[in-house]
């Protein structure tokens, strides 16, 4: 079974739908991206995927290699959350929180497991650093590393380079891919249709029309076409 499935759903507020009859699937291993107009449901989906929403109708089903607390799930930032005054080593562990129980403490293990993390996004040597000191692109290496120590299968990333230089970009993508090769799957939004697909596997675009199937399959595709040639035209 796959480890997301989704059928027949139709995302919204108070009843109302933005968005109907989506289906997809996820398995182990893919890299998802998800890919729209603004204000197409992007961030409602991924909402609705980890259980923070209700579908208007519709079902997602999580297979039985995955339970909820093994997805990872990395927001896009708020000014408040930018300036949060902790240090980098304190909110990696937080990630630990859903491993804890009652435990009012975390153990060697999660400590150590926020080692590793901090080392794999290449931030060991902020670790005592506070967060709200670090550049953006820093920042989102940290969230990046708490939202591994919350899971070793799945990750779910919204715009996770929104906001960053085009090299910092380069390097998160980077990071992102590494992940994706050694095993984690990716479900992503981007605004960058043109980046998204140069590294997915798999591309859900949302919109006024759907299309969901493998990268090679969206290029080849009418509305990837025409969404790929505006990009490109718009950044001329």
């Given amino acids: 079974m796959a480890l997301l499935t989704v059928s027949d759903l139709s995302l919204g507020y108070d009843s109302h739908a933005i968005l109907e009859n989506l289906n997809f699937t996820v398995e182990q291993g893919d890299y998802l991206c998800i890919v729209g107009e603004n204000g197409s449901g992007k961030t409602t989906l991924m909402k609705t995927l980890l259980g923070l929403q209700e579908p208007v109708s519709g079902k997602v089903e999580i297979g039985d290699e995955l339970k909820k607390n093994e997805i990872g799930y ?25 491993r804890c129980g009652l435990r009012p403490f975390y153990n060697k293990e999660e400590k150590k497991l926020a080692e590793e993390n901090m080392e794999r996004m290449e931030i060991s040597d902020l670790a005592d650093k506070s967060y709200r000191e670090l550049s953006g692109g820093q920042q989102q290496r940290v969230l990046l590393a708490r939202a591994l120590c919350a899971t070793r299968k799945v990750l779910l990333l919204d715009e996770p380079v929104s906001g960053l230089d085009p090299k910092v970009t380069i390097e998160m993508y980077r990071l992102i891919a590494k992940l994706n090769k050694d095993g984690i799957t990716v479900i992503m939004i981007s605004h960058d249709i043109d980046s998204a697909v140069r590294y997915a596997t798999h591309v859900l675009h949302i919109g006024a029309s759907v299309f969901f199937g493998t990268r090679d399959e969206y290029l080849q595709s009418d509305i990837g076409k025409f969404f790929l040639s505006h990009q490109k035209g718009s950044e001329a």
């Fill in 74 to 98: 990395l927001p896009q930032q708020t000014v408040v959350q930018r300036d949060f005054p902790a240090s980098v080593r304190e909110i990696v562990l937080s990630g630990c929180q859903g």
